[in-house]
């Protein structure tokens, strides 16, 4: 059974924040998957290894060279706020504080 | 128009022959989508402007015998960047996402010829089987406007179901193929884990996402596949197999290969009527000289709980990148840099990929690591050795592609755990790697019923050669959806 308190903890690691309606809801469906997923206990798992990648690639190496062939102004296509070729982000500190 | 009666090679054929030019064939697409798209609600972006500059060029150029998808109009499923043409993966944090690149499948399909007529709707960030997860709109299924095209790539498996193009990229994690194309009577293709490049593929569960294709018939399936199939050094999970001509084998007698249909495919959930069917399904292929056996998967019911373990956790972590930083949407009125990332994400996902996030931040989380995510990675261990018993005595498997028909829009949207359960037939398939096809294998209710092959790594070939002789035993493809009930 988790617990509300968890739930929250967990959107905090996930930088998510919900209502008070919201976190109710989240904790009653996480409860519900994770007794689903319980059901994992009952398999026979010992010296089996995890499977992370389906068809046994190894560690994939290339040549490191450089390539610059995409533009600044590009890139910036899609930043919300920029000062000259900076990213433009809030104060790290509280407005409040300024 | 629509695309009801014809394929790629006729329309090759006509293109080549000067019987008609790409201009005239993507203007008549253009006007049928005009006409159906308002009630099935497929497209989310149209590509007019450089799709017609294209069909021109092309036009100017003349069109290759040796380039069979040259001037056919085609639809991106839109989780897969393209240049200069908003991306969204219908999400709300990407509403106003242009890339600056294409993704390599969206490049070789250019370099094939084919023309991109639009971005295609999924449920945001391909979470879901229905496309009702997704930001902007409800796509409908093309047999029944009333019920859900499935999903995530129902923008996908609507448009050429109901007629509007002759194929669709779409991408599968855990079905997102396979199952809409069940749903809506047509072929879907998810092809190896690495036989297509993902690069430009907003990932989901990077150990899962494939790309593949959603088409009319098989052979329209082998030879999209053909051009899309291949190593990217952009992708370095793209493997370095040879591309074979995936038509080659379409047409040849299967009298010889060895079919497995594992019990566990027609157990409790799933519909006695699709079992049936597929049951039928399995006598017409003994009919063509092949062999059907029956077999155990005996690890199938496990699949569900470790998919949603697993990608879950891979989805947390790829979806970090969103923070309202560099791309994106960026909440207003925020106090700090944390309330930019807390404000940006929580006002710019959508409720499914927020309960995605959580289940996989949960389960990568101190304390709850060996319990849930490495329990699933091993679980998946055993799920893939299932699998590579039978396929030492088979050439393929058969069964069901989904446990019912296409539910109704709305049923199931606000009960998770049950939408889950719908993709208890797909969902292995993913988590072995493997290639798969859903074919139309009749009608129960008047709504479609997809037979799923499943194939050996990279064997992708053997698998559209027994789809294949399958649809040529059968009339499916003539039968025309009306939506509209």
Redesign the interface.
Known sequence: MISKDSVAHVAELARLEFSEEELQQYTAQLDEILTMVDQLETVETTGVPVTTQSIHLQNVMREDIAHNDTDTEALFKNVPTRKGTLIQVPAIIDKEED | MDYFNTDIQTLHEQLTSGQLTATELLEQTYAGIAATDPAVDAFLTLNQPAATAQAQALDDAGIAVDQPLAGIPVAVKDNIVTDGLTTTAASKILA???P??DATVVTKLKQAGAINVGKVNLDEFAMGSSTENSAFKVTKNAWDHSRVPGGSSGGSAAAVASGQVLMALGTDTGGSIRQPAAFNGIVGLKP???RVSRWGVIAFAS?LDQVGTLTRSVRDAALSLNVIAGHD?QD??S?DVPVPDYTAKLGQSIAGLKVALPAEYLGEGVDPAIVAKIQQAADQLRDLGATVETVSLP?T??A???Y??IASSEA?SNL?RF??????F?AKD??????????S??EG?GPEV??R???G??SL?AGFYD??F?????????I?RDFEQVFADYDLVMGPTTPTTAFKIGDKVTD??TM?MNDILTIPVN????PAASIPAGFVDGLPVGLQLIGK?FDEATLLQVADAFEGANDYLDQIPGGAH
Do not use: W
Not at chain 2, 323 to 328: F, P, S, V
Not at chain 2, 335 to 342: C, F, G, K
Not at chain 2, 374 to 382: I, Y
């Open positions: 106003n996402f242009e600056i690149y190896t884990y690495g150990s050094d370095a999970t493997a690890h019911k496990y569900v709980p470790a949603y373990i947390s970090q923070d309202g930083i560099r791309y994106g960026r925020v106090r700090n840099l944390t309330d930019v990332y807390v404000k994400r929580s996902f927020k309960r996030i959580m289940l931040t949960f989380s319990a849930y490495k329990k699933a990675a091993q679980v998946r261990t055993l893939t998770p755990l889950y988590l072995a790697g493997l790594h």
